[in-house]
T-cell receptor
């Protein structure tokens, strides 16, 4: 069965303290891996799509990387406004739906 | 990306009643989806809303409980029928604008059943 596991469940960082979030996945064939940010009371906001191992995407302080078994979301010098829940989702070959992990709740302290 | 509006944003309902949630998109999209996000849990796909045909439901979700309509390429509704406290959740609509493109989400409907 397809599985998406995110770690850690929660992460507290001081402002400027860089770190990484992990998303491990098990699918028979990966069609795409997606990172989202979700703020309280809001729907998930799309950040990145990664399609193949070795691919990297960057946006401001965020960088997403992909291997054959996992993806990392690197956060460089985070700011309090980066506080949110970060969700990872995978789309299997031949499917349209997404399987979501339970997310990492990030808190950045000023 | 498409702008997605959901109504209502929240509601408190009595058990045994039904509620219809609306999802409106500002552009025509092929794929529309309905998800449930229970407290502290991940998003779970309920069904894919197909334009002009019946929705495709995931395992554990049935049409009698969650009837879905998709009358055109910009609008869909999800009804939560005969509600019980276990149906208290956030219900989210999402759209996909092209093949293997990311899904974009509305802000959800927060539903509480008393």
């Amino acid at each position: 069965e397809d599985q998406v596991t995110q770690s850690p469940e929660a992460l507290r960082l001081q402002e400027g303290e860089s770190s990484s979030l992990n998303c491990s996945y098990t699918v028979s064939g990966l069609r795409g891996l997606f990172w989202y940010r979700q703020d309280p009371g809001k729907g998930p906001e799309f950040l990145f799509t990664l399609y193949s191992a070795g691919e990297e995407k960057e946006k401001e302080r965020l960088k997403a990387t992909l291997t054959k078994k996992e993806s990392f979301l690197h956060i460089t010098a985070p700011k309090p406004e980066d506080s949110a829940t970060y969700l990872c989702a995978v789309r299997e070959t031949g499917a349209n739906n997404l399987f979501f992990g339970t997310g990492t709740r990030l808190t950045v302290i000023p | 990306s498409a702008v997605i509006s959901q109504k209502p944003s929240r509601d408190i309902c009595q058990r045994g009643t039904s509620l219809t949630i609306q999802c409106q998109v500002d552009s025509q999209v092929t794929m529309m989806f309905w998800y449930r996000q229970q407290p502290g849990q991940s998003l779970t796909l309920i069904a894919t809303a197909n334009q002009g045909s019946e929705a495709t439901y995931e395992s554990g979700f049935v049409i009698d409980k969650f009837p879905i309509s998709r009358p055109n390429l910009t609008f869909s509704t999800l009804t939560v029928s005969n509600m019980s406290p276990e149906d208290s959740s956030i219900y989210l609509c999402s759209v996909e604008e092209g093949s293997n493109q990311p899904q974009h989400f509305g802000d959800g409907t927060r539903l509480s059943i008393l």
